[in-house]
């Protein structure tokens, strides 16, 4: 039997790009629908993440045109994990497989087929990986790929260049879903889960309108957020900074001593105020990575929602 493909697009503020790409992933359905692909039933699912604009009333006008579109609507703007999350636990039950995918048309969208093929082959995770970001401004470039490389450094395993374009099968979002962490980083999230995984490539194109909502300070708050809810190897250099620290004392004691009895202990105002500097500075950026999962663990604790749907365009028929 064919396998029923849910296609789950975060939306938050796009109504300059969802008229020129919504047509073209219907194209894609449809497409992989008549190379016999995937079922009749697939769908291409809109989670609307609280946009402000326009967004909704687009989404709901595509459902009402086409049944192939559905969307759903989150209760405020949450994020694009959350609204990723929503997507896919809202899709687990009712499909085969599900591809998240940005709705900018910056990933391409053309290589579903491919992943759809490796899942045919036994996959139940498919990684889409940016082989080239030749589009991407210099800058862009070298903070996103050294996004990935201080993650990997600080203990976080991810995928290198893969975002949260992926192919997961129901199976391994039956199994996700007993996942209860609030603080969401899927991408680190899912190779947790395991089952068998395989990747595809493609070159990253530019957006094809709108604005990027991921900034380099969403950026490295993404980074904090997916360092300390996949590792502790931040705290455990905090332990090992420590013990450095405490044989550089142990020596400069051993000096402050032998400087007294030789008699040549100068008054030393430099040294002290720089001692009395650089201690207190690692301190304050101890407590603040400590303070980090504390928060964390703050917010696990309270157990909020991940995400409240509020409305359903199946719902309005
Ligand atoms: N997005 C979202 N909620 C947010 C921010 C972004 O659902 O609070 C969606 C957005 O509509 C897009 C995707 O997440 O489909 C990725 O955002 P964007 O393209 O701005 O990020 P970039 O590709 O520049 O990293
Ligand atoms: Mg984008």
Redesign the pocket.
């Known amino acids: 039997m064919k396998p029923t493909l849910y296609i789950v ?6 109504e300059k ?1 969802l008229p020129i790409t919504a047509p073209l992933f219907l194209e894609q359905l449809t497409s992989m629908q008549s190379d016999g692909l995937i079922s009749p039933e697939s769908k291409i699912m809109f ?5 402000k604009d326009q ?1 909704w009333s687009l989404i709901k006008q595509f459902a009402a045109e086409n049944p192939a579109y559905i969307g759903i609507s989150q209760s405020r ?4 994990q ?3 999350l929503a997507g896919l636990m809202e899709s687990k039950d009712k499909c085969d497989i599900t591809i998240s ?4 048309g ?1 990933d391409d969208i053309t290589v579903m087929t491919q992943m759809v093929q490796e899942y045919l082959s036994g996959s139940e995770v498919v990684y889409g990986v940016r082989n080239s970001r030749k589009t991407d401004t210099f800058f ?1 470039r070298a903070t ?1 790929e050294g996004f990935y490389k201080f993650l990997n450094a600080m203990g976080a395993e991810v995928v290198f260049n893969h ?2 374009y992926r192919l997961i099968s129901a199976k391994v979002l039956k199994e996700f879903a007993n996942f209860k962490e609030v603080n969401l980083f899927l991408r680190g999230m899912i190779p947790l889960v395991g089952f068998k995984s395989s990747s595809v490539y493609y070159a990253r194109k530019e ?1 094809f309108a ?5 900034p380099l300070k969403k ?1 490295i708050a993404l980074a904090v957020d997916g360092i300390t809810s996949l590792s502790v190897k931040p705290l455990r250099m905090i332990s090992s900074l420590g013990f450095i620290m405490a044989i550089v004392s142990i020596l400069g004691l051993v000096w402050a001593v032998v400087a007294k009895i030789l008699g040549v202990a100068a008054v030393g105002w430099a040294s002290i105020v720089a001692a009395i500097c650089l201690l207190s500075s690692i301190q304050l950026i101890c407590l603040g990575i400590i303070g980090e999962y504390i928060g964390k663990i703050y917010m696990e604790v309270k157990e909020r929602p991940r995400y409240i749907i509020s409305e359903r365009t199946e719902d309005q028929k």
């Open positions: 697009i975060p939306c938050y503020n796009e790009v989670v609307n993440d609280g946009s967004t703007n949450r994020g694009h959350n609204a990723v995918i940005d709705c900018d910056q862009k996103a975002a949260d957006r709108g604005e990027t909502h991921y950026m």
